[in-house]
């Protein structure tokens, strides 16, 4: 005889919400696969509820934690989802993704490139097509996509979500006549402090001390600066690194991660300030403008570090007063509370050169700023190492009410690359809605009642 949880079904739960009244909040069930997934999928869904939606997330099994994983990632539990009951999971859970896809009849490609699309003049048989005056004639539409250069695969359409970094993309797709705008977007520094220092200023106390049931502690912080740009903390890594993420030959770009046990001596963030389609030199004649700042910026990082992908590093009193950061020994050895963590190495020196000047004005005014909400977030010793330009797309790929390209009919930008999104959930929901019209259209091609 099956439990009750055993026959809680999405199509339950969306019972239970009408049953509540049209303006009750509607509850969507969110399952995970352990205890510490709980607090990190509520906070990560939090932001997106409403006073009409909200969040409940739990464990597929309450009487044992081994079960989580193994029902979350069971037949059983797929079959139960849908609108309102979902399933968070963790890289692992992608195999048994790929395995759904190939049984209903995908197909995953692997070492292959998107390099070109095809596109036609004529109109094709479409039910659902804009007749609107002269969207005929400035629209094109999507035949086939090429692949590594060689492959044409034939399709009517085609899903593009790029990642952010994804230039080459951008510039086939714009080369194609794919219209695109330029996008605000952000960029700044690594900044790097004691894990020490924002546990003790978050909790308190020492979360690992004798009690030890704290884990590292994170922070989200932002600060509007009188010039009007904003000023903001983004991918906290608590006991983590900072990683190398260039994509591009005699460029240096910065990332963050933390290892699962988030055991490292240092806590990094970005921190970053907002820039804008008017500081790019001819943003309104050349919607790529935005890389070619960003890719500016990489280079001068590359050669603030002195060259073999090192990066510049400066620490934040330096920073705040002006001057160069003199490297520890020959005559300047001192004990460092912070050491960087970069890989391969640094070069200590000044991030400003790799700013523009209202960039790191603009951090000036706000690190002391910040430091009231986490003391010793301006601390001497902390380190900034340049640049982080990465943080979303500097470029918007333009779609029209139908969620396609407002120049290539059958092509849907989505995600973060297309500047439809700003991470991952965002992502996750702009690809469900794109999913859905391309199901009207399809349900309208064909006529299905």
Known sequence: MKKLSQHLT??????????SGKKSRQCIVVYVESYDDIFFWSNLLRPLETDRVYFEVMLPSRTSLCKGKKIALSNDLGERLGRCMIACVDADYVKKIRGKIIALGGDIRFESRL??????????????????????ESKKYLTALKINSGERMICRRAVIAPGN?????????????????????????????????????????????????????????????????????????????????????????????????RAGKNANSALLTDV?????????????????FQEALERAAFEAGGGHYRAPVQRVGDFLEGRDSPAPGNGNQRDLSVLPTYRPGVRWFRVTDCLPEYVTEAMREALPEMARRIRGFDMADAVMTGVETRSSAPVRILRDQNLQSVSVSGLYPGGEGAGYAGGIMSAAVDGIKIAEKIIEEITADYNFS
């Open 115 to 136: 390099t070109g699309i095809c596109l036609k003049e004529d109109e094709p048989d479409r039910g659902q097509q804009d007749l609107s005056p002269g969207a005929l």
């Open 165 to 261: 970094s994804a230039r080459d993309t951008f510039r086939m797709l714009f080369d194609s006549g794919v219209q695109m705008e330029a996008k605000p977007f952000s960029v700044g520094v690594r900044i790097e402090h004691p894990q020490s220092v924002i546990d003790l200023a978050q909790y308190g106390v020492e979360p690992n001390g004798e009690e030890g049931r704290l884990g590292a502690a994170s922070y989200k912080l932002s600060y509007h600066s009188s010039s009007g740009r904003g000023v903001y903390t983004f991918c906290m890594c608590p006991g983590g690194y900072v990683v190398g993420a260039a994509s591009c030959e005699g460029g240096v770009v910065t990332n963050g991660m933390s290892y699962h046990d």
């Open 10 to 19: 999405s199509a339950y739960i969306e019972a239970m919400n009408t049953l």
């Open 276 to 292: 804008r389609p008017e500081d790019f030199q001819d943003a309104d004649k050349n919607p790529l403008a935005g890389i070619d």
